[in-house]
């Protein structure tokens, strides 16, 4: 029973983080946006030539009915990956959360807050202005900003991105708001944005935000991608949300295994205490015979059989609830939204296990009511 109820429960929460995943506040707006990914690097392009592809192709799609926004990343949100580097702070000891911090970070065309739907809460996104000689202009996320310059306006303000000692000098021209970038359940992560133009990459996703509807805008990609470079691969093409459901599917697989398991476990549970009641009723029938001669009722008898077999049902209970409270805590990354102690899992997990174990016990609970004193004497 404990172990029957640790696997329904943790199954219970799993089923209501997958509810929950729908209201998490993503930081960007997934709705109507296609991607299509390549890797420029098989082909061995220089950063010149990623930026006059990149260029051309949001150009191009942007002339096309039907395209709102365009844009570009080289890690996608949500897409079970991540970059991580360092910023150090002039004047600072190089000690971590002092003048060193670490964070994830993207490269990107100007486009692309638009056409994901991030905000620019203060100071500005990147533009013609932003240069490849030019000084290096960063975006960084709240969740960066309030741990290196807390309670402060970040815009203008120096630091160095690259390594942990002896960075680039950067500035910081734009405030986004906190997203989510590696799980749907990640505490507040740091995040820093850089433009394509002032930092190399080899490989680039783009964006495209449409009309609703528009099921020709992957071919469209696709073509646009083929007339720019024939010989470009793409890697993936498929709706954001699509692809950033693919977060989604270890908790998936691990709420069907679990609810399996649990719904095994918990047919052996009840078979198993059906078939301990009855050997107790059978073990007992001379002493309930003689006991319903004396004159106890047969209500009494029975209300004793369920007594026993519930008293039971709530000890495994009990345990197995306390067993995926500690699971809980132990996956809570996965369980986005749900806490570790989630009333709806519990009750109704706990209404099942004591919903089966009451039939389970009912049999037996019945045979013991309905044994003839008369005939047990009889034969005794």
Not at 33 to 48: C, G, N, P, T
Not at 106 to 129: E, H, K, L, N
């Amino acid at each position: 029973m404990a172990g029957s109820t640790l696997l329904i429960v943790t199954s219970g929460l799993f089923i209501r983080a997958l509810d929950r995943a729908a209201e998490v506040d993503l930081g960007f707006d997934p709705e109507n946006v296609h991607v299509l990914a390549s890797d420029f690097r098989l082909l061995h392009y220089s950063h010149d030539q990623i930026l006059a592809f990149a260029d051309r192709f949001e150009r191009e799609l942007s002339a096309r009915p039907g395209t709102i926004a365009t844009g570009a990343i080289d890690q996608v949100p949500l897409s079970l990956g991540n970059q991580g580097s360092a910023v150090s702070i002039d004047g600072r000891e190089p000690e971590p959360g002092v003048g060193l911090f670490w964070t994830d970070h993207a490269t990107v065309t100007p486009g692309y807050f638009g056409v994901a739907g991030i905000p620019i809460v203060r100071g500005r996104g990147f533009d013609a202005s932003n240069q490849p000689g030019g000084p290096l202009s960063i975006v960084m996320n709240e969740a960066l900003a309030s741990r290196i310059w807390p309670g402060q306006d970040p815009i203008g303000r120096a630091l160095r991105w690259g390594t942990a000692t002896s960075g680039r000098p950067a500035v910081v021209v734009g405030l986004t708001p906190t997203g989510k970038y590696r799980s749907l359940g990640e505490q507040p992560t740091p995040m820093i944005y850089l433009a394509a133009v002032q930092n190399q990459t080899g490989s680039l996703s783009f964006l495209v935000r449409h009309a609703p509807h528009d099921a020709g805008i992957g071919s469209a990609m696709r073509a646009t991608a083929r007339s720019i470079a024939p010989d470009l691969g793409v890697t993936m093409e498929a709706p954001l949300q699509e692809v950033i459901g693919i977060n989604l599917l270890p908790n998936r697989i691990a709420t069907a295994l679990a609810s399996s398991f649990g719904l095994v476990g918990l047919l052996l549970a009840t078979v198993g205490l059906y078939g301990l009641l009855s050997y107790l009723v059978v073990r007992r029938r001379h002493e309930i015979g003689i006991r319903m001669a004396l004159g106890a009722p047969a209500a009494q008898v029975r209300r004793e059989i369920l007594g026993n077999g519930l008293r039971l049902t709530l000890a495994g209970i009990g345990l197995g609830t306390a067993g995926a409270m500690a699971l809980a805590l132990a996956i809570r990354s996965l369980l986005f939204g749900v806490g570790a102690v989630d009333p709806i899992s519990l009750g109704v997990s706990v209404l099942v296990m004591v919903g089966a174990a009451a039939l389970a016990c009912d049999i037996p609970a019945r045979r013991a009511a309905s044994t003839d004193p008369m005939e047990v004497l009889r034969n005794d």
